[in-house]
């Protein structure tokens, strides 16, 4: 965590605003909160219901527990490879996990895996209206074919939620198909705010009813209204506000750290950059910027890169789940080699906003003397 740091900018705009929270006398449900709600929808050109909560993984179980409830769909696909707390995110939504759904390139479910893990669910019985799909996107990039899966989605008839948590600071499809996105805000993720998750969506009910569950003690009393008070402190919302306020300046750093290691492979391989992003080597394309936060820096180990293999750790940076989410059921005899494969193959190097230069070079230096 020693690693975590925020700009400048970011500190004196929460230093020069916190002690005007402290004596407001209002240290929950009031102005932080609102604001932040206010600032995280200007992201969004056609989202305009914005919640915080207090993590990424409560906004997720309020979402599931809303389609439960008042969607009456119970039954969710997950990709094999994503956080495994969203069994128990599942479970607490009042929701089962119907199957999972086998990771390809960049780690992400493909376009054809999500047919045919929704299209084999409808086989054995499953019914497109009590679906949903959890797709999560991964190591700082918007899944390659987030378009067409959410039109396959909807033409199916099933309800997709997107799984941000690492996704904050990317440039989202302008318009959004799926019910709701939410992000995290924890200390580790993209923007930093120590805490927190934002569920942000177009659809009116879903944000009526999030309105009710976060905050159910204050609002008429409904017997049969199940809520979970999940919502955020001022402080923690005026925090996350003043992490979102350094969003350009955050990706910005990461990014330049993602050219650096990017242009030193591409000399000591000896292949232009243009042919290293198109090899899928690497996932990155400094031409596409727009779509990837610099949350990771991942190289497949495999063919050309297998030496790297032997990185030590001091010179790398958590794997994007180098596991699968269910052991038991996510085996290669049930059809999931490519996401097995993915997840063994790959490391990440570190690319923290306000990474040392000398630390920065020290990775450049171990990963081209592997190369």
Not at 206 to 222: K, P
Request: glycine share 6%; charged share 20%; with cysteine.
């Amino acid at each position: 965590m020693s690693l975590v740091h925020l700009p400048p900018s970011c500190v004196d705009f929460f230093m020069s605003r916190v002690e005007g929270v402290l004596t407001s006398g209002s240290l929950a449900e009031s102005t932080q909160i609102e604001l932040l709600k206010i600032e995280v929808g200007s992201y969004f050109d056609d989202k305009t219901y914005v919640m915080p909560t207090s993590s990424n993984g409560t906004g997720l179980m309020a979402v599931l527990r809303y389609c439960s409830s008042e969607l009456a769909r119970s039954d969710v696909l997950l990709q094999a490879n994503t956080m495994s707390g969203l069994i128990s995110i599942c479970a607490h939504g009042n929701t089962s996990i119907a199957g999972y759904i086998d990771c390809d390139y960049a780690l992400m479910p493909t376009l054809k895996s999500v047919q045919r893990a929704v299209i084999d669910h409808i086989n054995n019985g499953g019914i497109p209206d009590r679906l949903v799909v959890v797709l999560s996107h991964l190591g700082g990039l918007l899944n390659p074919d987030l378009e067409d899966i959410q039109l396959f989605l909807e033409n199916q008839g099933v309800v997709l939620v997107e799984d941000c948590a690492h996704s904050w600071g990317i440039e989202v499809p302008a318009i959004s198909k799926s019910l709701a996105s939410v992000y995290s805000l924890y200390s580790t993720k993209a923007v930093p705010a120590g805490e927190g998750g934002l569920v942000v969506t177009t659809n009116r009910d879903l944000g009526d009813w999030l309105n009710r569950y976060v905050i159910y003690d204050r609002v008429e009393r409904e017997p049969d209204f199940e809520g979970m008070n999940i919502r955020i402190s001022e402080v923690q919302a005026l925090l996350a506000r003043a992490a979102i306020q350094g969003t350009s300046e955050i990706t910005e750093g990461r990014r330049i750290i993602c050219d650096r290691y990017f242009e030193a492979i591409s000399n000591k391989l000896g292949i232009k950059q243009s042919e290293l992003t198109k090899s899928q080597l690497v996932l990155y394309d400094p031409d596409n910027s727009y779509n990837y936060n610099g949350y990771k820096f991942t190289l497949y180990t495999a063919a050309q890169l297998s030496s790297l293999s032997k990185l030590d750790k001091q010179y790398r940076s958590s794997c994007i789940y180098d596991y699968v989410i269910d052991q038991k059921n996510i085996t290669a005899e049930k059809g999931f080699l490519n996401t097995l494969t993915q997840i063994e193959s790959h490391i990440c190097l570190p690319t923290w906003y306000n990474y040392p230069e000398e630390k920065v070079q020290a990775v450049i230096d171990a990963v081209v003397a592997l190369l």
